[in-house]
T-cell receptor
Framework: AAGVIQSPRHLIKEKRETATLKCYPI?????VYWYQQGPGQDPQFLIS???????DKGSIPDRFSAQQFSDYHSELNMSSLELGDSALYFC??????????????????FGEGSRLTVL | SQQGEEDPQALSIQEGENATMNCSYK?????LQWYRQNSGRGLVHLIL?????REKHSGRLRVTLDTSKKSSSLLITASRAADTASYFC??????????FGKGTRLHILP
């Protein structure tokens, strides 16, 4: 079965550089979530998209932006990278708009993550 | 601040024993979910319990939810070495913000 695909799996950047992470959700999943997980930390919710529009926002820095495209894939753009941005970035998708339809599963399907290292 | 707080933070038990992890949360929820994460890997959904449910089973997993105490527990029975992982609870509401707690690192000893 198709899973959530994230690319690249590993990325090394210098401080003040920019990085773009990509996420391809499971086919027919219309909601995408981005999470950041530092070493030994819990996943921190960054942002979510439903039907190509931002649906909710968490602790995403102003230096970061994201969007969901017409084919439902999503990209997380990170600029002016800082050492503290080094983390695993996870994308997750879910099969229907959370809370917006009568019957949603609420289950998130995660990709394997993109490990960003900022030097 | 995070919604869910796991307890204990780390747990080591012998293979075959039962493992119990607890989660507390602060605000009202629509449902609560448990996920497993092997080191450096993506999170895997284990089980979801809705706010109007009190207990749910799935294989060797049993989840309880007490909305009056804003807490949940995950019980893994007859633990196996492959159960070694971090376990997170996550709370969902009617928005698209699913918040994870700090996780319990479970280590199954052979």
């Amino acid at each position: 079965a198709a899973g959530v695909i994230q690319s690249p799996r590993h990325l090394i950047k210098e401080k003040r550089e920019t990085a773009t992470l990509k996420c391809y959700p499971i086919p027919r999943h219309d909601t995408v979530y981005w999470y950041q997980q530092g070493p030994g930390q819990d996943p921190q919710f960054l942002i979510s998209f439903y039907e190509k529009m931002q649906s909710d926002k968490g602790s995403i820095p102003d230096r970061f932006s994201a969007q969901q495209f017409s084919d439902y894939h999503s990209e997380l753009n990170m600029s002016s990278l800082e050492l503290g941005d080094s983390a695993l970035y996870f994308c997750a998708s879910s099969p229907r708009g959370w809370g917006r339809r009568a019957e949603n599963t609420g289950e998130l399907f995660f990709g394997e993550g993109s490990r960003l290292t900022v030097l | 601040s995070q919604q869910g707080e796991e307890d204990p933070q780390a747990l080591s038990i012998q293979e075959g024993e039962n493992a119990t992890m607890n989660c507390s949360y602060k605000t009202s929820i629509n449902n609560l979910q448990w996920y497993r994460q092997n080191s450096g890997r993506g999170l895997v959904h284990l089980i979801l319990i809705r706010s109007n449910e009190r207990e749910k089973h799935s294989g060797r997993l049993r989840v309880t939810l007490d909305t009056s105490k804003k807490s949940s527990s995950l019980l893994i029975t007859a633990s196996r070495a492959a159960d070694t992982a971090s376990y997170f609870c996550a709370t969902g509401n009617r928005d698209d913000k699913i918040i994870f707690g700090k996780g319990t690192r479970l280590h199954i000893l052979p």
